[in-house]
């Protein structure tokens, strides 16, 4: 199979701050993500003044207003180029989520290679106008929605191919209980809209990102922190680099593992058919001449010699040399 695009989402986790983000890069690239992705806003483009924080926001930060959080959160365009360029030296995709116009605009002259819309946006019509007219590959988040939700949104990007959207599955909450995470709906994303399904993990373990590798996802991201004791809104969702490593790791082996589809015997098991299939024996000796039957002919291993599949062929036939006991019978 493809190899899963796996994704370090660091999202805000740099708490603001460019050094932490530039660490961010570092660790990502050594656990063996594919990209690490952080978010671009303005803030006050972003929220209004009234707009309250989430449960799990207010828990985490003790913020109860989104546009003082995302204040504190934000970097400077300047900082992303800067970003942008430290993930090249470092050599890890780098990518980012713009949630303003602004922002969309910035990234686009930034040259990311595809852009990634989050869930909140994905009934934001002008914004996704604005994203389907640059022509980017596209990954589009689908948490908290219905399917109609998502009928809709791909309208906006009907002249796309297939190659060129990849959808997301997800479960808006930090962290996603696994009762609600729904991992079938991959199945049915990838069968009503004929585009490649990946999955957006919430989840606090790797259970459910390895369970959607082998369902068929495509794309897998998982937040990503250095420390989950950090101050901020998705630290304690997030996952630390040693826990990003052992990810990845087992989504290595769940491509590998999963193979072809094609039921033959692998190259490793070869070896064993002889050791652990039986052959025709004689049970007990048999003279040349002897009528061969059931009560001179058993089955033992190794299964070197006639199969016990071809049984009803042989009873009966004649025996045309003598036998020991345990001999393989040969014809």
Same mark, same amino acid.
């Given at each position: 199979m493809a190899k899963t695009f796996i994704i370090a989402e660091a999202g805000v986790n740099h708490n603001g701050n460019i050094e932490i983000a530039k660490e961010l890069i570092i660790k990502a690239k050594e656990v063996g993500a594919d990209a690490i992705k952080f978010q671009t806003f303005i803030a006050k483009e972003l929220v209004t003044d009234e707009a309250k924080t989430a449960i799990y926001q207010e828990h985490n930060m003790g913020a109860k207003s989104q546009l003082h959080m !995302?204040?504190? !959160?934000? !970097? +400077? #365009?300047?900082?992303?180029?800067?970003? /942008?360029?430290?993930?090249?030296?470092?050599?890890?995709? #780098?990518?980012?989520?713009? #949630?303003? #116009?602004?922002?969309?605009?910035?990234?686009?002259?930034?040259?990311? +290679?595809?852009? /990634?819309?989050?869930?909140?946006?994905?009934?934001?019509?002008?914004?996704?106008?604005?994203?389907? /007219?640059?022509?980017?590959?596209?990954?589009? +988040?689908?948490?908290?929605?219905?399917?109609?939700?998502? +009928?809709?949104?791909l309208k906006v990007f009907e002249n796309y191919p297939p190659n060129m959207l990849t959808l997301l599955h997800c479960t808006t909450e930090y962290p996603a209980p696994f009762e609600d995470i729904n991992l079938n709906a991959i199945i049915t994303l990838r069968e009503a809209f004929g585009y490649p399904v990946g999955y957006s993990d919430h989840t606090s373990g790797i259970e459910a990102s390895i369970a959607a590798v082998a369902l068929g996802a495509v794309v897998i991201e998982k937040h990503f922190t250095l420390d989950k004791a950090m101050i901020g809104p998705d630290h304690k969702a997030s996952m630390m680099p040693s826990e990003f490593k052992m990810l990845v790791h087992a989504i290595r082996n769940i491509e590998k593992s999963l193979g072809d589809g094609k039921k033959v015997p692998s190259v490793s098991e070869r070896k064993n058919i002889s050791l652990v299939r039986k052959s025709i024996v004689a049970s007990r000796n048999i003279e040349k001449g002897e009528i061969f039957s059931e009560e001179n002919l058993g089955v033992k291993r190794p299964g070197d010699g006639i199969s016990p599949m071809n049984w009803n062929s042989i009873i009966g036939l004649t025996s045309t040399k003598s036998y020991r006991k345990d001999e393989k019978i040969k014809l």
């Open positions: !995302l204040e504190e !959160l934000e !970097l +400077s #365009f300047d900082n992303f180029v800067e970003l /942008k360029t430290y993930a090249m030296e470092v050599g890890i995709e #780098f990518l980012s989520t713009p #949630f303003d #116009f602004q922002s969309i605009e910035f990234l686009k002259n930034l040259s990311l +290679s595809r852009m /990634k819309i989050p869930s909140g946006e994905i009934t934001d019509k002008p914004y996704l106008k604005k994203i389907a /007219k640059l022509g980017l590959p596209v990954i589009l +988040s689908t948490g908290m929605c219905t399917m109609d939700e998502i +009928s809709e949104a």
